[in-house]
C-alpha cells in the first residue's frame, strides 16, 4: 500500500485541475512549480510531512503522477510572444484574404484543386554533431564524462519545399562562405542528387538573395522541367529573408503566387513545421548514428553532409507531407482543420468569460478570506497594522502603497458583506425547523438538526465556518481548508477591485509580443499575398476589457498575480531540501 498520501484526495484532484488550467492558457507547470505549491501549502498549514524541510522530491512525484493519470509530463512547445498573441478570428480571416486574392485577383482558383500546384517552403537548421544521450557507468559516479572533437553547435540550414502531393522540390543547402563556394563542396552536393542545389551567404543563414537564387534558378527550372501547370501557389513565412522587389518581378512574369503565412503562425498553418520536420530531423538523427557507426574517428563535413542527409530525405514519406496540408488546412482548403487550441490568447479569453460568469456566492466566503491572507502575508505586520487603522477611509500612506491599500480594502468590505448575508440565511433557515423535518428522509435527524439551529448552521454551504466566521471574521481556516482554498483555482474566486485596479490585472494578462514580433516589411512594394495582420474585433478580450466588464468575482490566482505584481516585499518559498523522498 506505501505509505499515506501528504495531501488529500480532492486536494490532489484540485492540484492536477489546476495544472491542466494553467497548461491551456500557456503557463505550463513544470515540475519544481508543483513542489514549490505543495511546500507552500506544507509551510501555511504546519503539517507534519517525511520530507525534507518540508519540499517533496522525487518519488512524491512519481506517486502523485500515479494516482492522476490525467495528467502526463512532456517537454513544452515553446511559444514566443508573438505566438501567443495570434487568435482564431486572425487565422479564419487570413483564410477568407487568401481565397479572395486567388479566385477574384488571380483568376486562379483552379489551383485549390490540384495538389501538385500547392508548395510550403521553408529552412531548418540541422545540426552535424551527434545527440549526446544517456550513458550506462558505475552508480558510485557522480559524473559521467565523454570525449568528442565535434562541435555540438555546429549545423547547416537546409531549404525544403514539398507539394500537397508529396512531391519534394529540390533541397538547397546554405553554406557560410564569403566569396563562393569551394568546388568540393558543389561537387559533394551533386553527388547526392543532381537535383540539389547548394546556396551561400556571409551567415550561412537565408537570405533575400540566396532565395531569389533559389526560386530563380533552381525551382523554376524544376517546374518547367516537370511540367507542373501554372500557377502554383507557395506558401511561406513572411520574413524579410523570403521578400524582394526583384523576386516578387520574377514569381509573376513566372506565374508563382508567393503566399506569405500570418506572422507568428507557422506552429498553426506551415506544413513543414507541424508535421514534416519534426520526422525528418528524427530521421537525420538515425542518418548521423548509423555514418558515425561506421566512422568512429571521423566527423560529418560539410562535405559529408549532403549524402547522409539525402538517406535522411528519401525516407520522409509521401502521407507525413499529405497529413500536414490537411492539418493546417491549406490543402484541402479547410480552415476548420486547423488545431485552434494552440492559440493561446483565445484560451486566455475563455478563462476570463469563465471568470465573468462567477459571483461572490458561487465561490463563497473561504475563497475570499484566501485572497486577503494571501495578501496580508506578503505586505507585513507594520503595513497592515496602517491598512486596519485607516480602513474605512482615505490612504494618508506612501502614494506607491495606495493601489495595495484600496485592494486591501475591497477585500475587507467584500469579506464582511458576505459574512452578513450567510449569518442571515443560516439563522434564517435555522429558524423553520418544520422545512427542515419536511426535507429530511429521517425524521429523527430532521428534528434533531431543528433542535440546535447551530448544527444547521455548520450544514450550510460553507459547513466549516458558518457561524464561527459570522462571529470571529478574523479567524483563521482550518487546516483541510486551508489547502484546498490554495488549490482551488477553477471554482474559487476573489472580489472584484476598485475600478483603478483595473488597469493593473489586465496587464498582469497581457501576453507581450515584443518577444517574437512580425517583420517589418513596410519598405517593401509586394505584388504577392501579404496577409493583413489587423485582426477582427472580438467581442470578449484581455487586451479590450473595459472596467465595466471586469469579472464580479476574480480566481485567487488572478489576485495572486496582482499581489505578487504591486509586492515585491517578500520572496517566495526557498527551494531548498530538494532530495529525493
Known amino acids: ?176 562562405y564569403k566569396q563562393h563556394i569551394p568546388r568540393d563542396v558543389i561537387e559533394a552536393v551533386e553527388s547526392a542528387d543532381p537535383t540539389w542545389a547548394a546556396g551561400r551567404s556571409d551567415t550561412g543563414w537565408m537570405t533575400s538573395v540566396t532565395f531569389y537564387d533559389y526560386i530563380s534558378q533552381v525551382f523554376e527550372p524544376w517546374l518547367t522541367a516537370n511540367h507542373v501547370p501554372r500557377p502554383v501557389l507557395v506558401y511561406a513565412e513572411g520574413h524579410k529573408s523570403h521578400l524582394s522587389w526583384r523576386l516578387q518581378s520574377f514569381c509573376r512574369e513566372k506565374r508563382i503566387l508567393l503566399v506569405a ?17 519534426k520526422s525528418l530531423k528524427n530521421l537525420w538523427t538515425t542518418a548521423k548514428n548509423l555514418w558515425k557507426a561506421s566512422n568512429p574517428l571521423a566527423n560529418i563535413s560539410k562535405k559529408v553532409f549532403p549524402n547522409v542527409f539525402k538517406k535522411a530525405v528519401d525516407q520522409v514519406s509521401i502521407a507525413t507531407v499529405v497529413n500536414g496540408f490537411r492539418k493546417t488546412g491549406l490543402y484541402p482548403l479547410d480552415p476548420e482543420q486547423v488545431d485552434y487550441s494552440k492559440c493561446v ?86 429558524s423553520h425547523p418544520s422545512d427542515a423535518l419536511q426535507e429530511a428522509s429521517h425524521p429523527s435527524d430532521a428534528l434533531q438538526d431543528a ?45 472584484s477591485i476598485s475600478n483603478n485596479m483595473a488597469d493593473n490585472i489586465e496587464s498582469s494578462y497581457e501576453t507581450s509580443a515584443a518577444i517574437d514580433p512580425p517583420c517589418d516589411s513596410s519598405n517593401v512594394t509586394l505584388t504577392s499575398f501579404v496577409p493583413d495582420v489587423s485582426e477582427p474585433p472580438i467581442t470578449s478580450g484581455l487586451s479590450n476589457v473595459k472596467q465595466s466588464q471586469l469579472p464580479s468575482a476574480v480566481t485567487p490566482i488572478l489576485t495572486k498575480h496582482l499581489v505578487e505584481r504591486l509586492v515585491s516585499l517578500s520572496k517566495p518559498a526557498n527551494k531548498i531540501g530538494k532530495k529525493r523522498n
Open 345 to 430: 490568447k483565445d484560451q486566455q479569453v475563455r478563462e476570463i468569460e469563465d471568470a465573468e460568469e462567477l459571483t461572490i456566492d458561487d465561490c463563497g466566503l473561504l475563497h475570499l478570506r484566501t485572497g486577503r491572507r494571501f495578501l496580508e502575508e506578503r505586505i507585513g505586520h507594520d503595513k497592515l497594522q496602517m491598512f486596519e487603522s485607516q480602513y474605512g477611509g482615505e490612504w494618508l500612506g506612501d502614494v506607491e502603497d495606495t493601489s495595495l491599500f484600496l485592494l486591501w480594502s475591497k477585500l475587507q468590505d467584500d469579506i464582511r458583506s458576505s459574512e452578513h448575508d450567510l449569518s442571515s440565511e443560516n439563522l434564517q433557515e435555522a
Open 451 to 495: 433542535s440546535h439551529p447551530s448544527d444547521a448552521l455548520q450544514d450550510a454551504s460553507h459547513p466549516s465556518d458558518a457561524l464561527q466566521e459570522a462571529s470571529h471574521p478574523s479567524d483563521t481556516l482550518p487546516t483541510e481548508d486551508l489547502a484546498a482554498e490554495l488549490l482551488h483555482s477553477n471554482d474559487s474566486c476573489s472580489p
Open 261 to 277: 503565412l500570418y506572422p507568428n503562425s507557422t506552429h498553426l498553418l506551415q506544413p513543414l513545421d507541424v508535421s514534416v520536420f
Open 1 to 176: 500500500m506505501g505509505p499515506p498520501s501528504v495531501l488529500t484526495k480532492a486536494e490532489e484532484a484540485m492540484l492536477a485541475n489546476f495544472c491542466i488550467k494553467y497548461l491551456k492558457c500557456g503557463f505550463p507547470i513544470n515540475r519544481e512549480d508543483l513542489f514549490d505549491i505543495v511546500q507552500r501549502i506544507i509551510q501555511v498549514d504546519g503539517r507534519q510531512t517525511p520530507f525534507t524541510d518540508g519540499r517533496p522530491g522525487y518519488y512524491w512525484f512519481q506517486g502523485f503522477m500515479r494516482r492522476n493519470p490525467a495528467l502526463t509530463e512532456r517537454s513544452a512547445e515553446i511559444l514566443t510572444g508573438g505566438r501567443a498573441a495570434v487568435t482564431e478570428a486572425a487565422i479564419r480571416k487570413w483564410f477568407n484574404d487568401i481565397k479572395t486574392y486567388v479566385v477574384d485577383e488571380e483568376h486562379a482558383g483552379d489551383v485549390f484543386q490540384d495538389p501538385l500546384r500547392i508548395l510550403n517552403f521553408d529552412e531548418s537548421n540541422f545540426l552535424l554533431a551527434r545527440k549526446k544521450g544517456k550513458v550506462l557507468g558505475p552508480v558510485n559516479y557522480k559524473s559521467f564524462l565523454q570525449s568528442s572533437q565535434e562541435n555540438d553547435k555546429e549545423g547547416l540550414t537546409v531549404l525544403m519545399g514539398y507539394s500537397a502531393s508529396g512531391k519534394i522540390a529540390p533541397p538547397m543547402i546554405v553554406y557560410s
